[in-house]
T-cell receptor, first 108, second 112 residues
């Protein structure tokens, strides 16, 4: 079993829909990153969080340390949100372990 | 603005040739990392360096080499011994303390 599991693996949504991507992990962590990777490969860091909730524009990230779970929400989704979303956890000792990613496609 | 520069974004090489990927940072972060991404898999650690002139193998170091002669630079050489070099390569840095990672934008290497 992978240390970091993301769900769903693939997600297709209609423009305007509310989207949730989930990340579950099995180890103790000091922080968690959400990354966005567009077609062509460039990586953009969206959030780093160790507790609670963060919001940036239409993106919201939450984490529940006790349940070892994080979610990334996209409100009012748009075709330009189409990308791969990657969860990465920072284990104690700073080792970074990545999920396999969620491929999101938003149709207009 | 401080950040990580990976160049080029796309790189093509012939099979059997060594190729060096560049990673430069002006963040003054001590630790630097190289990851590899294959389709459908999470990024995996190739090499990392926590201080100048020192580096350690990650989970998939075979066929790769690195150097850390100065704090700002951590180049990765993909050697001809790497059996499947075509992949996406990501460089990252870590600031000491609970500040999290900073990520480069990546280099997509295609070997033909």
């Amino acid at each position: 079993k992978n240390e970091v599991e993301q769900s769903p693996q693939n997600l297709t949504a209609q423009e305007g829909e509310f989207i949730t991507i989930n990340c579950s992990y099995s180890v103790g962590i000091s922080a968690l990153h959400w990354l966005q990777q567009h077609p062509g490969g460039g990586i953009v860091s969206l959030f780093m969080l160790s507790s609670g909730k963060k919001k940036h524009g239409r993106l919201i990230a939450t984490i529940n340390i006790q349940e070892k779970h994080s979610s990334l929400h996209i409100t009012a989704s748009h075709p330009r949100d189409s990308a791969v979303y990657i969860c990465a956890v920072m284990e104690y000792g700073n080792k970074l372990v990545f999920g396999a990613g969620t491929i999101l496609r938003v149709k207009s | 603005d401080g950040g990580i520069t990976q160049s080029p974004k796309y790189l093509f090489r012939k099979e059997g040739q060594n190729v060096t990927l560049s990673c430069e940072q002006n963040l003054n972060h001590d630790a630097m990392y190289w990851y590899r991404q294959d389709p459908g898999q999470g990024l995996r650690l190739i090499y990392y360096s926590q201080i100048v002139n020192d580096f350690q193998k990650g989970d998939i170091a075979e066929g790769y080499s690195v150097s850390r002669e100065k704090k700002e630079s951590f180049p990765l050489t993909v050697t001809s011994a790497q059996k499947n070099p075509t992949a996406f390569y990501l460089c990252a840095t870590l600031r000491t303390g609970n500040y999290g990672y900073t990520f480069g934008s990546g280099t997509r290497l295609t070997v033909v």
